[in-house]
């Protein structure tokens, strides 16, 4: 995607964002997001993103991930042979609600930042981080809806996976290891399919008005996902998986024989890469929403940003060419 960004010129004009080639291609999406968190006007947002926003979600995410594998391995798979006690399974519920909506909160934090600041840069304008923190709660309330109902949807797979889990453990004495190899990837491709539309729904429901966010956002995020799945895919495998391969490593280094010192270094090596790419990830998801958008000609409202802040917005539309206000 060859895009002429806007700069601040000396005389305090901004140039126009015109948009040469769109190509929709993983490759070419992550290229264009790198360009833009290196952007010499907002570098120092995205960083502070980084900082204040993105890295202690990556946190609550791997506990998340480290507490979970707890529970599965520890309670489900190797129960506690009596006289053993079971723990408090009230304990257990209570820890995994506060850490998933923990979670929940930070990452739509963390999409409504980067959405703001992508699209405040797209339509011509120079943003502090200052700018961003004060748009979060207008966005925030509109993506919190669309976030909860795309989470319903992983809990309900998670909990349909874990019920034919142990189902077909317990009645078909089916072999752990195949068991788990054909639910890892059953449970993966459901999760590439909610993961694309939701992240198409956000953008959704950040730009296309009040009206559309939730079910809406999400069903209007499954039509935009139509024909994009290779893309989709892409995006999956350069993005997404190596934070899941963070992930994993995180668990494993955490319930390792190091000794504690070892294990903070490797944790925090560990946060701080899944962390970058957890940002990468979430501004290359809105590069692919603007791709998919032209692509289809429609035009992007950048109107529905500018609202949550007190700037001026003068381009702010992407698709056959933007347009001066």
Known sequence: MDIERFTKCENGQKERLLVKDWSTGPIDLLREALKLIQDPYHICTFALIQVIIVVPSTVLVLLT????YEVVHKLVL????????????????????????GSLVLAVNHVAAT???????YSGNNVSFKQVMQALPGLWKKLIVTALWGHAFYVIESLFFFVVFNGCNAIFAVPVPILCIVTSVAAGLAFFFTNTVLQLAYGVTVFDGDDCQGVAAIVKGLCLARNQWCNALGLLLINDLPGIVLGTAFTFSVLSTLDAGSKCVIAGIVIFLASVFRNLSSVTYILFYFSVKVSRGEKINFDAIADQSQFETRYKTIGGGLTSC
């Open 65 to 68: 991930q480290w507490f979970e």
């Open 78 to 101: 190797q129960p506690p042979a009596p006289p053993a006690p079971w723990p408090d399974m009230w304990v257990v519920f209570l820890i995994f609600v506060a850490l998933s909506i």
């Open 115 to 121: 959405f703001y600041t992508a699209g405040s840069m």
